[in-house]
């Protein structure tokens, strides 16, 4: 489906100390169609992220502040988070293999299982050359019990670049020029930008915001 991203227009200056991890007002169209997913996808705000598997912020994100919002947002149906690619691969070349090996695992049903291994074990492959990254991804997907030679097909062949390159551009369309970058909202309210790998309680004002009015 296609979601509208609007956001409204200040009545006045918001000050750089308290809103710098806000972007700036965007209208938009974002399709979340083919990208995973988990939460309740009927809830009435979504979380969708663009993210880099290389970049130290993103697994901070995903360390930290992702649980707490699993637990008081997306298992009670209140949210529905979206994941979409955002390989910045001028610095970390590794991104997308890592991205290929998420897109592979979603085709066995496995995406977040992939996405957590993947995240966790950051600091292991980061630095790696690629054919040793590919080479833990694969044993990963061994781990997660997936069919390897599936999964090895698929990432070997390169099956989703063309949907981590899509979901690149869409992200650059949007005004996502790093990573993690995050739009909050619904269609009908629109969406709040959130810039950085922000705590909870940056989260959670939005998320309360939106559901309170």
Not at 135 to 151: I, P, T, V
Not at 187 to 196: D, N, R, V
Request: charged residues 25%; hydrophobic residues 35%; glycine residues 6%.
């Amino acid at each position: 489906k296609e979601v509208i991203v609007r956001e409204a227009v200040p009545t006045s200056q918001a000050k750089p100390t308290s809103q710098e991890q806000f972007g700036p007002q965007i209208i938009r169209n974002i399709s979340i169609d083919d990208d995973p997913m988990k939460g309740n996808p009927d809830a009435s705000i979504n979380i969708i992220e663009f993210s880099d598997f290389q970049c130290p912020f993103c697994a901070k994100f995903h360390e930290t502040t992702l649980p707490q919002l699993e637990e008081n947002y997306i298992s009670t149906g209140k949210v529905n988070f979206v994941y979409r690619d955002f390989p910045i691969q001028s610095i970390h070349p590794n991104a997308i293999p890592a991205a290929l090996a998420s897109e592979c695992a979603d085709d066995q049903g496995k995406f977040w299982e992939m996405h957590d291994e993947i995240f966790k074990n950051q600091r292991i492959w980061q630095d790696l050359e690629i054919l040793q990254s590919v080479a833990l991804f694969k044993q990963y997907a061994s781990n997660l019990g997936l069919d390897e030679n599936a999964f090895d097909s698929c990432l070997d062949s390169g099956k989703y670049l063309d949907e981590i390159t899509n979901d690149l551009n869409d992200g650059r369309a949007y005004g996502v020029t790093g990573t993690p970058g995050f739009f909050v909202g619904n269609e009908e309210i629109g969406f709040t930008k959130i810039i950085g790998a922000q705590p909870f309680s940056a989260f959670q004002r939005v998320i309360d915001e939106q559901l309170d009015g």
